[in-house]
């Protein structure tokens, strides 16, 4: 069974500071990994995914995230913070096992990042 | 480049009633998941579709079902709603070798 963990329900940065939103994950083969935001009243959008490779991914917005297998993590990063990247970030995982490139993704609980002025 | 679309936007009904939801994929998209998003949590996979055909589904009861169409819409139909039901669907398209699943902005669901 695939699980994703997001360890805090609520991150609060400064603007212009550097953020991290947390993640881990457990599978059973190799994982795909993504990371989605979600503005209110809106569906997920996708920001950027691990599939192999490179550790350290960059998608939009100037978002990254850094793999790291030996700690199952995935953490989501920003060198510097906007009032706009506001939002519910969701931390997603699919197992790769049988070496399927479809299936369903595992959602995390979700954390809310607030970026003040 | 249209991305995903679901209609209707937001739904009201009473318990026990039927209900069908419509997911058109992004352009060149030709693989169809669904999710129910509950408030505060995080979507949970119900299931998803491939050559009009379930491929996988999640830990939802018989009451959750779907279709896909041949040009590779789908619906997604709930009987007998109960109050727990009350969620915002989404419904997501990929391409079989991509992988990445993108999301239309989702049909809220209020059971009363």
């Known amino acids: 069974a695939q699980s994703v963990a997001q360890p805090e329900d609520q991150v609060n940065v400064a603007e212009g500071n550097p953020l991290t939103v947390k993640c881990t994950y457990s599978?059973?083969?190799?994982?795909?990994l993504f990371w989605y935001v979600q503005y209110p009243n809106r569906g997920l959008q996708f920001l950027l995914k691990?599939?192999?490779?490179?550790?350290l991914v960059k998608g939009s917005y100037g978002f990254e995230a850094e793999f790291n297998k030996s700690q199952t993590s995935f953490h989501l990063k920003k060198p510097s913070a906007l009032v706009s990247d506001s939002a519910l970030y969701f931390c997603?995982?699919?197992?790769?096992?049988?070496?399927?490139?479809?299936?369903?993704?595992?959602f995390g609980q979700g954390t809310i990042l607030t970026v003040h002025p | 480049d249209a991305g995903v679309t679901q209609s209707p936007t937001h739904l009201i009904k009473t318990r026990g009633q039927q209900v069908t939801l419509r997911c058109s994929p992004k352009?060149?998209?030709?693989?169809v998941s669904w999710y129910q998003q509950a408030l505060g949590q995080g979507p949970q996979f119900i299931f998803q579709?491939?050559?009009?055909?379930?491929?996988q589904r999640g830990n939802f009861p018989d009451r959750f079902s779907g279709h896909q169409f041949p040009n590779y819409s789908s619906e997604l139909n709930v009987n007998a709603l109960l109050l727990g039901d009350s969620a915002l669907y989404l419904c997501?398209?990929?391409?079989?070798?991509?992988?990445?699943?993108?999301f239309g902005p989702g049909t809220r669901l209020l059971v009363l």
């Open positions: 997501a398209s990929t391409h079989r070798d991509q992988g990445t699943q993108y």
């Open positions: 599978v059973s083969g190799n994982p795909y």
């Open positions: 691990y599939i192999t490779g490179d550790n």
């Open positions: 997603a995982v699919r197992d790769n096992a049988g070496g399927t490139s479809y299936g369903k993704l595992t």
């Open positions: 352009s060149g998209h030709d693989t």
């Open positions: 579709y491939y050559e009009e055909e379930e491929r």
